[in-house]
């Protein structure tokens, strides 16, 4: 039975008051797999929408962007109340999108749930956003259960016959079970022996207690589950997988509206075949078909050998084929009449006479397989309640990948018994997890006083009922004669008086009708404000309460992501507690009072009292202190949260200005709210004074742009063309020429001089000294293994691994004294509690210091590897740049100057050269951060320091002091000779690369084809999709080369072809800059002009351009006199 939704509100404080019986849970798949169809149906199940118009409706989709794309763009949830086995549920259901610029909405959504409902489409079966969101689920620690979705298309656009469709099904469901494998494989050898045994542990007494909760609410005996004469398996392998039989898979087409797992048919034919429920919970699904050999109906095992049709077929398949053979290929009436009778639906006559036959087939498939039942029963049995959180995931919320718990305080660890409670008593401290924040209208909010008076809370969506219709008509009449009987006084006023009646004079009428006219000039403006005031964005936040009792007007903390509960321990010492007098002495905390707490209900909010631990609703009033996300508690000794994963990297950029210079404050309030509305976009100020704001994708910046235009900002705003990033590098002299010629004997350089030095060294000597260095181009794996841990070389810049001076560790524990003020304020911070504190912070780093030493050991063997010239150069390293953490290394190979490592802790070293240390790394990071060719980062390449002396003052001349060498002087000196070597090499640019994957069908794959070769597209793989006539190809593009690419394609391909592109690495463009025609083949080829576009070069004038560098390019090519058609003669 089935909650309506008129009723969800007063039976909230019940539902919310047991977290056993409460299901976190989203719908994560590829785009356009049946998503927002699926939740309309759930939707459906509570009344807020009609049931006939469940995945027509998109209910869940409320922007107009998403309307008329027709894909989802944001998280939004909805509360759900269901009844199964006479008991009452709150099912919190999120609908994610599909797309992949928008995987930051997935991660929101995902880290505030237990469980998650994965979509997949049986006809494109596992897609590349469908192992994505499989591996989030899986990073997140969240139980999956599967919905094999749009079974209809097999069934009437590839015309697959019952056995075929179902060895299809069986194929989808394997290739997703191989991905789960795939992912548990790579975690378990990620594990030491301990971490697997432990887990393992875990792992059996989860199951044992599974099984001993579901025989108990089955009441079977064991002798009822005993199947070894009929050759049937009983061991559990493991709930990794989804299993039919297990009940964690629904197949199902939400389109439709019908739905059904292997136990629906098993209560259904249990009776009928006179069969035991949980044989053939067992069999529906498998190679097993049924005998009546000795007159007695016997399951057995071997279907495929035997050349029989399997159950599933003969019991399910079958069935449904008939039906829609029935009603929609045949449309036979009256057979169709019989069908709804023999299935047990009762058709109305307005649907019997319908000449709609889908709609007769939605509403004969829902009634006898109703969609919402089958997977809100498939959800309640096999995803976690809310209290039900293991010990693992409370852990991996309040400690990041680097951190051990138990470095934590000891009452931050007392709070893990919290979040495995789950309790909402008075002396339970509120733990509240903010994924996002979000913007919503004034007008959507409803108050507890409402009753639901939207027709969205009474389930007609954007209808008005008769009694409805007839009130507001009646009131347009009544305004009508109030405006007539107005314009009757206007024309003659008189005055009652003891006289007699008087007619008013023209000064007193005109008199009065200023005074009316001034009270309707009121009465618009305070109707326009009310309507400005309604239509306000009201910033709501996504929340989770992890434990405790969350009110409307309280005050809680507000942790930021930096907060560290041993320092504030520290600080405050013993038996000081914070306050709001001292909580400014802590830049990471905020004391805050919460607005109102909104219970969310897709496109509206209805405001509630308060929120128990277990539910997700909205909190209000936190847009001043909250950036993205955040960490609410009732005590500061909760740490934050850890950060969320996010699976797309932010990529295409463009700058934007008000179009009247003017609205610039407004702008920034714009921007503003822009960034902490979106979890994935950036907002940044350039060097140059321009506003940036970097998306993950063509569709995510366009959202982006219209959003700040339309909602934030409310202003006109000009863009740029999308700034795509590019990188700079340099590659071994070239072997062969443009013509693929080898370089050697008569084919040789006719023009190009020869390098004097084949190394590209260079040495500059003059007043501050000699300094001798070259560039090389870094071995591939090792510029890999620098994008790939550039996080951890983060950390070695703020350990105690960096190489610092003498000075400065000795000074380690006065800096970090002076910076709480321990002088100043002796009382404040008692000296244990600060030793205390850094020990744990030095136990923090520590647990860094393993993955540092494995960093290091990769690279020594990629090193080694790579040549005997790279031998010894792990313990060479200087720094890494740009910026500390970049895939470019300093080398120090000076003689005289034997400093240590960055992987080795500093020692005094006697050298004048030690002074100028860092000024000589601050040189290296400005050379990095810009290149030569367009002042873009350089990466790949290795800076070797050969040489290096500074020319000795003489200390007995007066002038000294204005010949010494300044620091500056050094950082010029380094950036200078650096960007020299690079120039000395052969430059490449590097472009970033899409990774795109289209879904297309063969009769459109040339045209696919033409369409990528035009944007110098690569194809990496493509194969057809065994059953069906799509291909799935995998291609790389560059990005600049991206802007517009889905809609020529979608264009070229008649709409067959939906691209998915991705950020995936940087690729090396393996065209010279500047080249010329120089060997013998090229310039018998090309002659010396050589007038083909470079487009190396055109890319980098490009940039130059934007950024207002010089270009060298002609601006008159060819200076002939131009002939006119007529004398042309």
């Not at 495929?304 to 599933?312: E, I, S, V």
Request: net charge negative.
């Amino acid at each position: 039975m089935v909650i309506g939704g008129r009723y969800l509100t007063s039976q909230l404080p019940t539902l919310m008051g047991n977290p056993q019986n409460i299901r976190n849970l989203c719908i994560m798949a590829h785009v356009d797999h049946g998503k927002t169809s699926l939740a309309d149906a759930l939707v459906a199940s509570n009344g807020l929408i009609n049931k006939r118009l469940a995945g027509r409706i998109r209910y869940m989709d409320s922007r107009k962007d998403e309307i008329e794309r027709g894909i989802t763009m944001k998280s939004s949830c909805v509360s759900l109340a269901y009844n199964k086995d006479e008991q009452d549920y709150l099912i919190n259901l999120i609908d994610s999108p599909g797309h992949v610029d928008f995987s930051s909405e997935v991660s929101t959504a995902v880290r505030l749930c237990d469980g998650t409902i994965i979509v997949v489409d049986v006809v494109e079966g596992v897609c590349a956003q469908t192992k994505v969101v499989l591996q989030q689920a899986w990073m997140e620690n969240i139980r999956p259960v599967l919905v094999l979705n749009k079974i209809d298309r097999l069934i009437l656009e590839t015309k697959l016959s019952p056995i075929d469709c179902y060895y299809h099904i069986a194929q989808v469901l394997e290739q997703v079970n191989a991905y789960m494998a795939e992912l548990y494989n790579t975690a378990l050898l990620g594990k030491t022996a301990q971490e697997i045994e432990k887990y393992q542990e875990a792992e059996r007494e989860r199951k044992v207690s599974e099984r001993e909760r579901k025989a108990s609410e089955s009441g079977a005996t064991n002798s009822d589950l005993l199947f070894s004469d009929w050759g049937i398996e009983t061991e559990d392998d493991s709930d990794l997988y989804f299993m039919p039989e297990q009940g964690n898979v629904v197949f199902a087409s939400a389109y439709d509206g019908w739905g059904f797992s292997i136990h629906h048919f098993a209560d259904q034919f249990a009776a009928k075949l006179g069969m035991n429920k949980a044989v053939l919970n067992k069999t529906l699904w498998g190679d097993y078909y049924i005998t009546t050999k000795g007159g007695q109906k016997k399951i057995v095992g071997g279907a495929r050998d035997k050349r029989k049709n399997p159950l599933f077929v003969t019991l399910i398949l079958e069935n449904l084929y008939k039906v829609y053979d029935t009603v929609v290929t045949r449309k036979d009436m009256s057979e169709t009449v019989k069908l709804s009778e023999a299935l047990g639906v009762k058709l109305p006559m307005s649907v019997a006479k319908s000449t709609d036959t889908r709609l007769k087939l939605n509403f004969l498939c829902s009634s006898w397989l109703p969609l919402a039942s089958a997977v809100l029963d498939m959800v309640i049995d096999h995803l976690p309640s809310a209290a039900n959180m293991t010990e693992e995931r409370a852990m991996k919320l309040m400690c990041s990948a680097t951190q051990r718990f138990d470095t934590l305080p000891s009452e931050s660890q007392k709070l893990k018994d919290a979040f495995m409670k789950c309790q909402s008593e008075d002396d339970d401290p509120l733990i509240v997890y903010i994924s996002k924040i979000y913007g919503v209208q004034r007008k959507n909010l409803l108050d507890s006083t409402s009753s639901g008076k939207k027709a969205v809370a009474t389930g007609n969506i954007g209808l008005l009922s008769a009694e409805e219709i007839a009130s507001r008509r009646e009131e347009i009449r009544r305004r009508r004669e109030e405006i007539t009987a107005n314009g009757e006084q206007k024309a003659s006023y008189f005055i009652a008086a003891s006289t007699g009646e008087r007619q008013l004079t023209p000064s007193e009428i005109e008199e009065l009708q200023k005074q009316q006219d001034k009270m309707a000039e009121d009465r618009e403006k305070a109707e326009a404000e009310r309507r400005k005031w309604i239509e306000e964005e009201v910033f709501v936040a996504f929340a989770r309460v992890y434990s405790g009792r969350l009110k409307a007007r309280q005050k809680v903390y507000i942790l930021g992501p930096k907060h560290d509960p041993s320092v504030v321990l520290a600080q405050l010492g013993d038996g000081k507690q914070l306050s709001e007098e001292n909580i400014g002495e802590f830049k990471h905390i905020h004391i805050c009072e919460i607005a109102d707490v909104y219970l969310l209900l897709g496109r509206e909010l209805e405001q509630i009292e308060y929120a128990t631990a277990g539910t997700v609703v909205g909190i209000t009033g936190l847009e001043d202190y909250v950036i993205k996300s955040a960490t609410l508690s009732s005590t500061y000794t909760m740490p934050a949260f850890t950060e969320l994963t996010l699976n797309v990297t932010p990529i295409l950029r463009v700058a934007v200005e008000p179009r009247d210079p003017r609205d610039l404050p407004k702008l920034r309030r714009g921007l503003k709210i822009l960034n902490q509305a979106d979890p994935c976009v950036q907002v940044k100020l350039q060097d140059s004074g321009e506003y940036v704001i970097i998306t993950a994708g063509e569709v995510h910046l366009q959202r982006c742009v219209d959003d700040l235009q339309e909602r934030y900002a409310g202003i006109p705003i000009r863009t740029s063309d999308p700034i795509v990033p590019f990188r700079e590098t340099i590659i071994p002299p070239p072997t062969v020429d443009r013509l693929n010629e080898a370089i050697e004997g008569e084919n040789i350089s006719q023009k190009k001089p020869v390098n004097g030095d084949p190394l590209g060294v260079v040495e500059v000597s003059g007043h501050y000294g000699k300094l001798r260095c070259r560039a090389v181009p870094l071995p591939e794996q090792v510029t890999k293994l620098l994008e790939e841990y550039q996080d951890l070389l983060k950390s070695i810049s703020k350990i105690g691994a960096v190489v610092n001076t003498s000075d400065a560790m000795d000074k380690k524990d006065t800096h970090i004294e002076g910076s709480v003020s321990v002088s100043d304020q002796g009382n404040t911070m008692k000296m244990g509690s600060l030793v205390q504190a850094l020990e744990n912070r030095e136990k923090i780093n520590q647990e860094t210091f393993a993955a540092i030493q494995d960093l290091k050991k990769k690279l020594d063997k990629a090193f080694k590897e790579a040549g005997n010239e790279w031998e010894n150069a792990i313990n060479q390293i200087w720094s890494f740049g740009p910026h500390g953490c970049g895939p470019n290394i300093l080398l120090n190979c000076i003689q005289s100057y034997p400093r240590p490592s960055i992987w080795e802790k500093s020692t005094s070293v006697d050298s004048p050269l030690a002074a100028y240390d860092t000024n000589f790394v601050t040189g290296f990071q400005i050379a990095t951060s810009a290149g030569p060719l367009c002042e873009e980062p350089i990466m790949g390449v290795c800076f070797i320091v050969e040489d290096w002396s500074i020319k000795p003052t003489d200390s007995s001349n007066e002038d000294a002091g204005a010949n010494s060498v300044s620091s500056g002087q050094i950082i010029s000196l380094a950036k200078d000779t650096l960007r020299k070597a690079f120039d000395k090499q052969c430059q490449r640019l590097v472009c970033a690369m899409y990774s795109c994957v289209i879904s297309v069908t063969s009769e459109v794959i040339g045209k696919m084809y033409s369409v990528i070769g035009k944007r110098q597209g690569r194809i990496v793989d493509g194969d057809i999709t065994e059953g069906s006539t799509s291909w799935n190809v995998t291609t790389y593009l560059p990005v600049v080369e991206s802007m517009n690419f889905a809609n020529e394609l979608r264009k070229s391909t008649s709409g067959e072809a939906v691209p998915q592109l991705v950020f995936s690495h940087w690729e090396i463009l393996d065209i010279d800059p500047f080249w010329e025609p120089h060997t013998t083949e090229e310039l018998a080829h090309w002659g010396e002009k050589a007038d083909r576009e470079n487009l190396a070069q055109k890319y980098i004038n490009s940039v130059r351009r934007r950024k207002g560098l010089a270009v060298d390019e002609k601006i008159v090519e060819f200076a002939e006199k131009q002939r006119t058609l007529s004398k042309n003669k």
